[in-house]
């Protein structure tokens, strides 16, 4: 009786929210999670996108095949190793009719990323809970991630944002990792380029929506006596962002320099990009991105004389603890599902449903055989 109530209780936990004056926790979004790979693309997808591409006259399988595998690492100006091969990246687009954000999605998927998902412990497809996003390191996978339908409409949306009345491990994102993005699955003689991280694995990112307000922002006039503030509120409004936030003032800063310089936008600022307009940049202005990759990667308030960025610091803002655990595995053991005895009652079973016999007939067979080859033995 007690197993069994232990058993119950196993699969039907019972749990405890106390209520306080608090925001309860089914109030506040799920936070951001964002997942970038730090390889290149494994090599079963590459061999797909090879496969459906269509190589120039003048260029090799094995000029293709390097392109394929590093063409999303060249896609940012801050890899100066694709400078040797923009003309090759030119033509390969261009034979194929393809654009340089459209052939770096082909390569990044995020499926490939995922063996498995669940969202409140079901199991859920995993292309339904992450979308593709665009990151300084690249094209990524977020989850609960709204930043991109913010910009679409114009002004902030906490709409459709996945919440959790539950706390623990088997409540709210539990994901499976592809093991395939844990280690390089080339060759020595494969591996042309050493990436500047000189890592494997994923990047993982919890990006935070919720505000907290924050006090010490605040100056007192010395003339009129009034408190002036010295941050940035919501009244405080930025070019391509809908809301003000500390990144997004220096994202926007980014934004500026690089039109400026280039006249173009780089394939992260695809969403921004799309919203107003703008062009993205092409193979052919990556020329431009890499004379100035210094000047147009904003991360603090500059002066230059043709340019200016001023932010302040942000009049809310919000912190995350972050706890991660980790388990070593030192031994696998093999639970069999079914044993040699499991076997023989199955066998017998089915010789007993479709033959009419069973294991005894077969003894009984045996049995007769013997009787035959004795009473001729006798009879001898």
Known sequence: MLHKFWEHYNANPIRSIVKSFHVPIFMAPFPALTICPLIPPPVARRNVVFASLRLPNNMSYTTGRFLVRYGPAFANENAPGGKDHIDNFKLLLKTNNLSLTDFIKALRPCEDIFESCAWQDV?????????????FAGICCSFNYYLEESIKIGRAT????????????????????????LIEDDDMDEKYIKSSTNSVGLVTSVNPIINKKLSGYYHRDSTSGEL??????????????????????????????????????PLYYTPIAEKHSLRLCEWEDFQCLYANADNIRIIQNVVRNNFTCDCFTPCQSVQYELQTSRLLLNEMDTIPIADELYLLASLGGIFSLFLGCSFISVLEIFYFIVLFLRSKFKSK
């Open 123 to 135: 199991d859920t497809n995993c292309s339904e809970l992450f979308k593709v996003s665009y990151t």
């Open 228 to 265: 002036i503030q010295n941050c940035a509120d919501e009244k405080t409004k930025l070019d391509y962002f809908p809301t003000y936030g500390y990144s997004n003032c220096f994202t926007s800063c980014s934004i500026k320099a690089v039109l400026q310089a280039c006249g173009c936008l």
């Open 158 to 181: 906490k709409v459709d944002l996945l919440t959790t009345p539950f706390y623990g491990p088997r409540t709210g994102l539990q994901i499976v990792l592809n093991r395939s993005f």
